[in-house]
């Protein structure tokens, strides 16, 4: 018997018509009909990919169509098939998307079961669960046999699991431009580029100690970023509506731990942007007494600057952008005097543009701890011709003040076959203190990217940059050892689905330590992973699981409550599986002297068979000069520390380790 994975199906109701959700339903496939070498566009439609590569559609996808009763899924059409074999009982991981014109506006991405060993599915969309097919993606809802995971500008669902017999899959993308419809399928088979390639062996041995700091029960919760003040671990992630677990309200929770006696304080935030939590669009920054928050917002990025680590924020500042724009992906970091950098992505009908945001601190008080911050307005740091994908940017200064942009960005062109081929640009920018900028194209990569990832050693003309990024064969890193101008040949990590790379090199008893984290999957779902060098170039790198993805048979206790983040009429068989995994995007980590500080977020899924019909609240959806050098001083001083605030005293109850998401802190060696 196989051994199937199912998932929690977040079943809410929704209007259908062509594939599930609203929307028009008509529509072509944007396919581009001529020859030549075609412009990016503004919109890709469904994107399917195995890790970051994307998958070519069949040429004889005919027999497949016939083979489905369009009818029965409200389908009128299809626009593209895909054929995958895998072999029976192997795990396989598929991600599907869907992208709207400047990264803004409703889309959704529905999924269907249209065939399981030849024979239609009977009942809703837990026939998928039963196949051993897994939805995983944030925004869910369903009706009958629809499942649609929704976004503000992007969305996507991942398929993952095994299968004992052929599945085929309806999907269907919608955005304000309409409907473009496809079918998946999957056979028993030899291995094909979906499925998962052996990961690294066994758990790191240099964690030093693990420990969970918050928990929920809501779907929506998730995206944690990190910063370190002195001994307050500083972390921000999406919190969703504690009283109803399915609501699509969301707020930002702020959590401090302080890492020499664990003690958990926090505070929150609303949080109005539409999405339901596709985009990492806040970040933090730290630096003594000082913490900094950046969000990207609908109209607007804010800063707000706490100077008392987290307990009040003295200080906002807002960026309009208006209605003309859509911003995504702010990062921050903070150099050793205090000096500022905020980086964004905006993007509009003529194209996408990467802007950076300066500050200073403006004054102190008497211990020199800042009380001000001063803003320049905002630079164009780099534009894209066209509407653009962002990536999420490594941003760090280095011991000398020079500033590193390691940024990436993707742009897709129609095929005539109905695919899509994305291409992502990796680039470094480099202004040395005092300087200007340049910038470098490190790479350019078939792939769609989620997070390039930078490093730094030394300063000035001979500064050494590590630079992680993702390529169609797993993670990538190459070094600069003078300061961006050139890059070495990339070292392979190698994992066909590591993606979002974080490189943290130091120098430690006169080696080069470098430790890379990155997202992978494992046989039940997503983890995350590190390759180390003890000394790098003169050591052989290892590779470990820092997480463990798992599935195991549950057994229902008689009378037994829901599983975790159902409502508390949902009903569940007496016997099912349970997947444990990391989330999407689901960790970030900052150095703490010669340790890895890591925040990331695990969720666990109790399976059920029973679908349940759920009414929910709707999504509401709803230019600067040329980046120039620095001012000020000639010469970079550091700050010396002040004495440490008090930083966020409200308490903050003890996580339940039972939660279907908890927040962990991870320290490492």
């Given at each position: 018997m196989r051994v199937g994975i199912c998932v929690l199906l977040s079943v809410l109701m929704l209007g259908c018509q062509d594939g599930g959700s609203s929307g028009s339903s008509g529509g072509g496939s944007n396919i581009n009909p001529g020859g030549g070498n075609p412009a990016p566009v503004a919109e890709t439609p469904l994107i399917v990919s195995a890790g970051v590569k994307t998958l070519d559609p069949t040429t004889n996808g005919a027999p497949i169509i016939a083979s489905v009763d369009l009818a029965r899924l409200n389908l009128s059409a299809i626009d593209v098939v895909y054929d995958f074999s895998s072999p029976i009982g192997e795990p396989f991981a598929i991600h599907v998307s869907s992208r709207a014109e400047n990264n803004s506006g409703q889309v959704n991405v529905s999924l269907a079961h249209a065939l399981s060993g030849g024979s239609t599915p009977v009942g809703d969309a837990t026939s998928l669960a039963e196949a051993g097919i897994i939805p995983s993606t944030t925004g869910t809802r369903a009706n009958g046999t629809w499942l649609a995971a929704q976004g503000d500008g992007f969305a996507r669902l991942t398929l993952q699991g095994s299968i004992e017999k052929a599945e085929v899959l309806a999907l269907t993308a919608q955005s304000s431009r309409g409907t473009f419809r496809a079918l998946i399928r999957i056979a028993p088979g030899v291995q094909s580029d979906i499925n998962l390639e052996p990961v690294g062996s066994g758990n790191y041995p240099h964690a030093i100690s693990e420990t969970d700091?918050?928990?929920?029960?809501?779907?929506?919760?998730?995206?944690?970023?990190?910063?370190?003040?002195?001994?307050?671990?500083?972390?921000?992630?999406?919190?969703?509506?504690?009283?109803?677990?399915?609501?699509?309200?969301?707020?930002?929770?702020?959590?401090?731990?302080?890492?020499?006696?664990?003690?958990?304080?926090?505070?929150?935030?609303?949080?109005?942007?539409?999405?339901?939590?596709?985009?990492?669009?806040?970040?933090?920054?730290?630096?003594?007494?000082?913490?900094?928050?950046?969000?990207?917002?609908?109209?607007?990025?804010?800063?707000?600057?706490?100077?008392?680590?987290?307990?009040?924020?003295?200080?906002?500042?807002?960026?309009?952008?208006?209605?003309?724009?859509?911003?995504?992906?702010?990062?921050?970091?903070?150099?050793?005097?205090?000096?500022?950098?905020?980086?964004?992505?905006?993007?509009?009908?003529?194209?996408?543009?990467?802007?950076?945001?300066?500050?200073?601190?403006?004054?102190?008080?008497?211990?020199?701890?800042?009380?001000?911050?001063?803003?320049?307005?905002?630079?164009?740091?780099?534009?894209?011709?066209?509407?653009?994908?962002?990536?999420?940017?490594?941003?760090?200064?280095?011991?000398?003040?020079?500033?590193?942009?390691?940024?990436?960005?993707?742009?897709?062109?129609?095929?005539?076959?109905?695919?899509?081929?994305?291409?992502?640009?990796?680039?470094?920018?480099?202004?040395?203190?005092?300087?200007?900028?340049?910038?470098?194209?490190?790479?350019?990569?078939?792939?769609?990217?989620?997070?390039?990832?930078?490093?730094?050693?030394?300063?000035?003309?001979?500064?050494?940059?590590?630079?992680?990024?993702?390529?169609?064969?797993?993670?990538?890193?190459?070094?600069?050892?003078?300061?961006?101008?050139?890059?070495?040949?990339?070292?392979?990590?190698?994992?066909?689905?590591?993606?979002?790379?974080?490189?943290?090199?130091?120098?430690?008893?006169g080696q080069t330590r470098v430790d890379l984290l990155y997202m992978s999957y494992g046989t039940a779902g997503s983890e995350l992973h590190i390759t180390h060098w003890d000394d790098w170039g003169n050591s052989t790198p290892s590779t470990y699981r820092l997480t463990t993805s798992s599935q195991e048979e549950s057994k229902n206790v008689a009378g037994g409550g829901p599983p975790p983040g159902a409502p508390s009429f949902a009903s569940i068989p007496n016997a099912g599986f349970r997947i444990t995994q990391l989330s999407?995007?689901?960790?970030?980590?900052?150095?703490?002297?010669?340790?890895?500080?890591?925040?990331?977020?695990?969720?666990?899924?109790?399976?059920?068979?029973?679908?349940?019909?759920?009414?929910?609240?709707g999504i509401g959806f709803g230019g600067g000069g040329v980046a120039g050098p620095q001012g000020a001083s000639n010469s970079f001083t550091a700050a010396t520390p002040p004495p440490l605030a008090p930083g966020l005293t409200q308490p903050v109850a003890t996580p339940d380790p039972n939660a279907m998401s908890r927040l962990r802190l991870l320290r490492i060696d």
């Open positions: 700091i918050y928990s929920s029960e809501s779907r929506n919760f998730g995206l944690p970023v990190i910063a370190l003040s002195g001994d307050r671990a500083s972390l921000m992630a999406y919190e969703g509506d504690i009283g109803d677990p399915l609501s699509q309200n969301r707020y930002e929770m702020r959590l401090q731990v302080d890492t020499s006696t664990g003690a958990v304080t926090g505070g929150a935030l609303s949080e109005p942007n539409p999405d339901s939590g596709n985009w990492r669009d806040h970040e933090l920054a730290a630096l003594f007494n000082v913490l900094v928050r950046a969000h990207a917002g609908l109209n607007e990025v804010s800063v707000d600057i706490s100077f008392d680590r987290g307990a009040t924020f003295g200080q906002q500042e807002q960026f309009p952008t208006g209605g003309l724009y859509a911003n995504r992906l702010v990062q921050v970091a903070m150099a050793a005097d205090y000096s500022l950098a905020v980086v964004f992505w905006r993007s509009s009908q003529t194209g996408s543009e990467l802007m950076l945001w300066e500050a200073s601190a403006s004054a102190f008080d008497n211990t020199g701890s800042p009380t001000a911050f001063s803003f320049v307005p905002p630079a164009v740091l780099f534009a894209v011709g066209s509407d653009a994908t962002p990536s999420i940017m490594g941003v760090e200064f280095s011991a000398g003040g020079d500033l590193v942009v390691g940024y990436g960005y993707s742009t897709a062109v129609s095929n005539n076959d109905g695919s899509w081929t994305t291409t992502t640009a990796y680039r470094c920018a480099v202004r040395e203190f005092g300087q200007t900028f340049r910038d470098t194209n490190v790479e350019t990569e078939e792939v769609i990217s989620f997070d390039p990832s930078v490093s730094l050693l030394g300063q000035g003309s001979t500064m050494q940059i590590f630079y992680a990024y993702e390529a169609r064969d797993g993670i990538r890193l190459r070094t600069s050892s003078d300061a961006g101008v050139s890059f070495s040949a990339p070292v392979d990590i190698g994992n066909n689905t590591g993606h979002l790379p974080s490189v943290f090199a130091r120098d430690q008893n999407w995007l689901g960790y970030d980590a900052v150095l703490d002297g010669d340790d890895v500080l890591i925040g990331y977020v695990e969720q666990t899924y109790d399976a059920y068979l029973i679908c349940f019909p759920f009414i929910g609240a």
